[in-house]
């Protein structure tokens, strides 16, 4: 069990550029999530992911946003024309549906900076 | 609405003293669950614990030790004998069907900071 990884760590983009990101969740669980983390804030729900169905997507996901999972493997999220706002931590969650409700395990997060 | 308050933003103590960290929710299921976790310096949330709203048995797990309320809806979190390494951010999080089962709804976090 080598955990979720996230990748890049960090990431600094000049405002209008487009970013993606990319999530390996632990590689027996079929539920992935994305989060946005602000300083001083709690995470916030973007999207989640059961195998390779995006289920739900957040208000906060706006049109400038895109998620997937192609084969219920790996995710990514892309961010085009960024805006300073963009700015935040980009958390990603993995999760077996084994059990209701289950417990989720996150990622070191990307750390985006938009100039 | 699914909502969970941590008043505390910031809670400073010094080694070996113990804190207790406050969450209070809201909620229109009857059927929920409740979380903590622990987010260190690394950035990496890491779970704590689950509760069921039908299961109001407090709990202690070493150190930690928590306590389900739901007359008050409260769910809080004490760290006995605290230590640095517990320094770290603390969110109280909820899951029920009315956030889908899959949304988890987080506090703002209590940040704390233990001193040698």
């Known amino acids: 069990d080598t955990g979720v990884s996230q990748n890049p760590r960090h990431k600094i983009t000049k405002r209008g550029q487009n970013v993606t990101f990319r999530c390996d969740p632990i590689?027996?669980?079929?539920?992935l999530y994305w989060y946005r983390q602000t300083l001083g804030q709690g995470p916030e729900f973007l999207t989640y992911f059961q195998n390779e169905a995006q289920l739900e997507k957040s208000r906060l996901l706006s049109d400038r946003f895109s998620a997937e999972r192609p084969k219920g493997s790996f995710s990514t999220l892309e961010i085009q024309r960024t805006e300073q706002g963009d700015s935040a931590m980009y958390l990603c969650a993995s999760s077996s549906d084994r059990l209701e409700n289950e417990k989720l395990f996150f990622g070191s997060g990307t750390q985006l900076s938009v100039l | 609405a699914q909502k969970v308050t941590q008043a505390q933003t910031e809670i400073s103590v010094v080694e070996k003293e113990d804190v207790t960290l406050d969450c209070v929710y809201e909620t229109r299921d009857t059927t929920y669950y409740l979380f903590w976790y622990k987010q260190p310096p690394s950035g990496e949330l890491v779970f704590l614990i689950r509760r069921n709203s039908f299961d109001e048995q407090n709990e202690i797990s070493g150190r930690y030790s928590w306590n389900f309320q739901k007359s008050t809806s409260s769910f809080n979190f004490t760290i006995t004998a605290s230590q640095v390494v517990d320094s770290a951010v603390y969110f109280c999080?909820?899951?029920?069907?009315?956030?889908?089962?899959?949304?988890?709804?987080f506090g703002a976090g209590t940040r704390l900071f233990v001193k040698a």
């Open positions: 590689s027996e669980h079929n539920r």
């Open positions: 999080a909820l899951t029920g069907p009315n956030t889908g089962g899959f949304k988890t709804i």
